[in-house]
């Protein structure tokens, strides 16, 4: 961390400053200049507040030299985290992982002839929430532990490992019986409680990004499941509110290579929450894979229409298989596989 102090402030200002950084165990180091002095603070600076340090007495600016996001930045590990999620599917591994399914289980038919067709062309994870986070109350929320019966079943029958949401602390003990990846929605992004949570299961956990967040934030996000013992924390940028009305959320292609370089954790797409028009979703899903995405979040029921949450947005057997053959084009031109 550099602290610049004000131009012609005395340097008994820029030593109290030391005396301050001192008692927080860190190790200051004064570089004295014609017009303002500065100082160099030796050791690891997360565990300093910048603000109080911004508030002393003759302070300009305090600038960190490193991220605050310690076991999630690329300083704590500079290979890339590959997930293993079931024996044979690893997210961040060569091969793309796509998570297909309903937005909301709904029935035992439904679900099972999803995962039969979702898993013909190649999708190797089944998504499918029995918890719903709705924007109104009185939408269908879910049919709760009923629901993750029901993944159970068809994870049974399929033999695809499931995600699926969980939206509150009191159910991830249950949720994390079922569920093969612990997934935490864009609404619950900063509910610190529920990522400690999560982060003490140690079932691998799908953090979506908040609608309203940075990447900073995002990252920060996930220290709270890595600093809590789960170092199996998966990224899954789905859409930022902007000015746009044209799709539901604008999808940060940005976001892949940025989070690419800031952190180590695997970064996937879910398209069909970005889009929330089935029409945008597989431009969408290929842009993400052609950008270095790790793999897919995808909205797919058998009857679009019929489906009890976000019909607009799912696909189709038919477009998913069509998907999925353009997708293994385009992870063959960017060195992956599907
Ligand atoms: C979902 O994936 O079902 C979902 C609710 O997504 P998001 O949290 O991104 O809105
Ligand atoms: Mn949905």
Redesign the pocket.
């Known amino acids: 961390m550099i602290i610049v102090m004000k131009q012609q402030t005395p340097k008994q200002m820029a030593l109290d400053v030391m005396e301050r950084i001192k008692e927080m165990d860190l190790e200051p180091v004064l570089l004295e200049g014609t017009e303002r002095n500065v100082i160099a603070v030796i050791g690891d600076e997360r565990i300093v507040d910048e603000h109080v340090l911004n508030s002393l007495e003759g302070v300009e600016k305090v600038m960190p030299v490193l991220a605050p996001f310690k076991l999630a930045s690329k300083e704590h590990s500079s290979e890339k985290s590959a997930i293993v999620i079931a024996p044979g599917v690893t997210v961040g591994g060569k091969r793309l992982a796509i998570m297909a399914g309903n ?1 909301a289980v709904e029935t035992i038919e439904t679900s099972l002839a999803t995962a039969a067709a979702v898993k013909k062309v190649g999708a190797n994870i089944q998504r499918g ?1 029995a918890y719903k ?1 709705r924007s109104s109350p009185y939408s269908f929320q879910g049919l709760g532990a009923e629901g993750l019966e029901i993944l159970q079943q068809a994870k049974e029958k399929s033999g695809l490992p499931i995600v699926t ?1 969980v939206l509150d602390t009191r159910h991830v003990e249950l949720v994390a019986k079922h569920a093969d990846i612990l ?1 935490v ?3 619950n992004m900063q509910n610190f409680e529920l990522l400690r949570e999560v982060g003490n299961s140690k079932k691998p956990v799908l953090l ?1 990004r908040g609608m309203a967040a940075t990447l900073d934030e995002f990252l920060m996000s996930a220290e709270y499941v890595l600093s809590s013992g789960n170092p199996n924390v998966i990224l899954c940028e ?1 859409g930022i509110r902007t000015y746009e009305t044209a799709t539901r959320n604008t999808l940060d292609i940005s976001a892949i290579p940025v989070l690419k370089q800031m952190t180590h954790l695997p970064v996937i797409v ?1 398209p069909s ?1 970005a889009a929330g028009k089935r029409d945008y979703v597989s431009a969408l899903a290929r842009a993400a894979i052609a950008a270095g995405a790790d793999g897919l ?1 995808l909205d797919v029921h058998p009857n679009p229409s019929q489906s009890l949450v976000d019909p607009d947005q799912a696909l189709t057997f038919e477009h998913f298989a069509e998907l999925m053959d353009e997708i293994k084009l385009i992870a063959t031109a960017v060195g992956r596989e599907v």
Request: glycine letters at 16%.
């Open positions: 937005c929430g986070p949401e997934q929605g864009t609404r979506k789905r879910d929450h979040l």
